[in-house]
């Protein structure tokens, strides 16, 4: 019995503890300490160390979300701690052998950046607390401690009088959002969301032009992935075709734009407007080609197959032997920007306004697409591919005409993208930029407008915000992809259809709450 | 009204049917029975486009419909209802519904016909706003049926509507298709309960590894010693 309360803590101890060490060996805690040294206000500057206090808390967390995760949700108090305690201890245990280890380095002044390019000297200096022989002690006492904490916490958190607390303080707000509802003024009812979109509409008008030319650019950046996330949700979320390949129309747009519209290597001067019209049309030129052959094909020969595509169009931009058509692996450079009415139109604040007005529009033509006929005939196809035919669907036209939907969006976002920075060259179209996009709709959510955005906004804009977390990125990205599934598996936002009632039967008529009224109306 | 001329259909090197001929007149029920793998089903498939046929015509009102494309065969009022109930599971009854009239434009008559459903089963009517897939086994059943329903067939392919079904359900399921038959649909049915579709229905055909071995009046089949050893189960 004693056995199996102990094996599981200790197991879980030690899993810990190897986490610990490997966020060690990669410089990943001095990362987090300065991070949230940033959250308490310090400055740090770049390159240099955060106070050893901030070590000290994330440690201190560290140590308490192990000894909470170790608590097993049904056990009783006692049992819970003692859990807690095992963990502990094991990882104090396992940390102090690794300071040991440490340690040495530290007295025999042996430099292992040779192996373990982050591990700076002064790195392993503070993640012992700069205390030398002791740190061991010091961690061993820590993390127990800690350990205890967290699970003192859980006991705490989840007992019953909290739960009760969080219910009353759960009904209250609902009877004032319940109270609140039914003070509204008739008007604020009828008119409310046109005053709310003319609030955003104002905010979208005047920050740009307060909020400073980096916040455009990070704003325009996640705005161009929605666009993205727009069209290819088209394609994978709508349709259900797995495409791997999607920037290949992105760089058709791009290329577009960049080849009309700079001085090198053609000099045509086209203007913007047209040649992101010659764009969009090329994304979808290119979608044809490429469906037409690939149609017949379903799930992962599909994204073989357009991934093979996408790698294809990158290297054929990138290929001497069209260096003189596409500017080879340099790339093009001076593209022109739009202009509007004959005026220049493209200073930070004017790309933004271009973003945020396709973006709207994007969002707008999707929602319009979802509930047509089409959309249904999609998400018919998508669910079983023969009764769909059965029922009338012509299967080839639907699934081309999505992949041409989604190119096109592609086209359009790549065609801003490349007028935006004023260059475009193979490296902008990597597999990666596929994967970001693909990434954005499985962590935000698919077939969620709100999902995407929120998705671009985390693995785009989060990521340009914090600077810092630049050389991690990849880690926290698998690390946030594993997460995600095993949490919330359908997105951040999961797409909702509100027409639907759930078949819940007996348990609907014991929770009858006068609020679920609505539901079935 | 369906007449089926020496068809031949091959599953890579399988050859599924060998030469199958049958026909059937406007408003009967014509039952296919026969083991598992005789060919019913891609019979069925085959007149429905979704199979291609190496040899051999399918005529249908005396147009040559053979190897037409799903889409273009649904239009000229042959709906198929596919074996195992396959409803569109993440979409509500309703708009399942609506998928099966999706080669109708006019809204009124989509409109129209969801009632006639809904009054026909009244359960798909309650039930309208739910996920087909959170629909129990009967429910799905009626489902396909109404949903191959929507398009208004001429003539209907139902491929096992009795499958997986309990006793109850499946005498249900059968009136049905009965009412169905009766309001001037023709209907080619498919079954492995050969007792109860050769009592609803005209005329049988028996299939065996690809070749019809048997066919006449539903009663004369009902009675012929062969089938009543191979097919009903006494011995």
């Known amino acids: 019995m004693n056995k199996n309360l102990v094996s599981p803590s200790l197991k879980r101890g030690l899993t810990f503890g190897i986490v610990m060490i490997i966020f060690v060996l990669i410089d990943l805690d001095v990362m987090v300490a300065t991070m949230l040294s940033k959250l308490f206000g310090a400055n740090v500057i770049r390159g240099s160390l955060p106070d050893v206090r901030f070590m000290v808390l994330f440690l201190i967390l560290f140590g308490m979300f192990v000894g909470w995760s170790t608590s097993s949700d049904d056990a009783k108090p006692t049992t819970k701690l003692f859990q807690a305690l095992v963990a502990g201890l094991t990882l104090g245990v396992v940390l102090g052998l690794f300071d040991l280890i440490l340690n040495q380095l530290i007295v025999t002044g042996t430099d292992v950046r040779k192996y373990l390019a982050a591990l700076a000297p002064e790195s392993i200096r503070l993640f012992l607390f700069d205390q030398g022989a002791i740190s061991p002690l010091l961690h061993l006492g820590l993390f127990t401690v800690a350990s205890l904490l967290g699970s003192l916490m859980k006991i705490l958190l989840k007992s019953e009088s909290a739960s009760r607390f969080f219910k009353g303080v759960k009904s209250g707000y609902q009877g004032l959002k319940a109270k609140a509802q039914a003070n509204t003024p008739n008007w604020v009812k009828k008119y409310g969301k046109f005053l709310l979109f003319l609030l955003i509409g104002l905010l979208a008008f005047f920050l740009p032009r307060i909020w400073g030319s980096y916040n455009n650019y990070v704003v325009g950046l996640v705005g161009l992935y929605v666009i993205l996330g727009i069209g290819l949700n088209i394609i994978v979320g709508l349709s259900g075709q797995l495409m791997l390949g999607f920037a290949a129309f992105f760089a058709m747009g791009a290329y577009s734009v960049a080849l009309l519209n700079a001085p090198l290597p053609h000099g045509i001067m086209l203007g913007f407007w047209p040649s992101l019209l010659i764009g969009i049309l090329m994304a979808v030129v290119a979608a044809v080609l490429l469906g037409l052959p690939v149609m017949g094909m379903r799930g992962d020969y599909l994204a073989i197959v357009t991934l093979g595509f996408g790698e294809i169009i990158r290297i054929l931009l990138k290929s001497d032997l069209l260096t003189s058509f596409t500017g080879g692996p340099r790339g093009i450079q001076d593209i022109r920007g739009p202009t509007l009415f004959g005026q220049p139109f493209s200073s930070d604040i004017d790309y933004t306004y271009i973003i945020l007005v396709v973006m709207v529009l994007s969002i707008i033509i999707y929602k319009r697409l979802e509930r047509s006929r089409t959309g249904r005939a999609w998400l018919a196809v998508k669910e079983d591919t023969k009764v769909a035919q059965a029922t009338g669907v012509n299967i080839m036209t639907n699934k081309l005409l999505a992949l041409c939907l989604g190119a096109a969006f592609a086209g359009l976002a790549g065609g801003i993208f490349a007028a935006r920075n004023q260059f475009t060259g193979p490296n902008d179209h990597q597999l990666m930029v596929s994967m970001n996009i693909l990434s954005i709709l499985i962590v935000g959510g698919v077939n969620s407008i709100p999902g995407i955005i929120l998705g671009a906004f985390t693995l785009k804009g989060l990521p340009e915000i914090l600077r810092e977390i630049e050389n991690y990125r990849l880690l926290v990205f698998g690390g946030l992809l594993v997460v995600m599934m095993i949490s919330r598996p359908e997105g951040l936002w999961p797409a909702t259809r509100p027409n639907i009632e759930k078949d819940e039967g007996n348990k609907l008529k014991e929770d009858g709450a006068p609020g679920e009224g609505g539901l079935n109306d | ?235």
Do not use: C, W
């Not at chain 2, 799903?70 to 000229?76: D, E, G, H």
């Not at chain 2, 109708?104 to 809904?118: C, H, Q, S």
């Open chain 2, 1 to 235: 009204m369906l007449k089926v001329t020496d068809l031949n259909v091959h599953y890579g090197a399988i050859h599924a049917l060998q030469g199958v001929s049958f026909n059937l007149q406007e408003g009967e029920i014509v039952t296919l029975i026969g083991a598992n793998g005789a060919g019913k089903s891609t019979l069925l498939n085959t007149i429905s486009g979704l199979l291609p046929a190496v040899k051999g015509k399918v005529d249908y009102l005396d147009e040559d419909i053979t190897n037409l494309e799903p889409q273009k065969i649904v239009r000229k009022g042959i709906v198929q209802v596919p074996e195992g109930r396959k409803i569109f599971a993440a979409m509500t009854v309703m708009e399942n519904l609506e998928m099966g009239a999706f080669t109708v434009t006019d809204k009124k008559l989509i409109a129209d016909k969801v009632e006639e459903m809904f009054a026909k089963f009244p359960i798909l009517g309650k039930r309208s706003k739910q996920l087909g897939g959170t629909l129990s086994g009967g429910e799905q059943q009626m489902l396909a049926i109404a949903r191959g329903l929507m398009a208004s067939p001429k003539l209907l392919l139902l491929d096992e509507p009795s499958m997986g079904l309990s006793p109850v359900l499946v005498e249900q399921i059968f009136d049905t298709i009965q009412s169905i038959n009766n309001s001037g649909t023709s209907v080619i049915l498919v079954e492995q309960n050969a007792q109860m579709a050769l009592v609803i229905a005209h005329r049988a055909y028996v299939l065996e590894t690809g070749k019809i071995v048997l066919e006449g009046d539903a009663q004369e089949v009902l009675q012929n010693p062969m089938v009543i050893e191979a097919y009903l189960g006494v011995t």
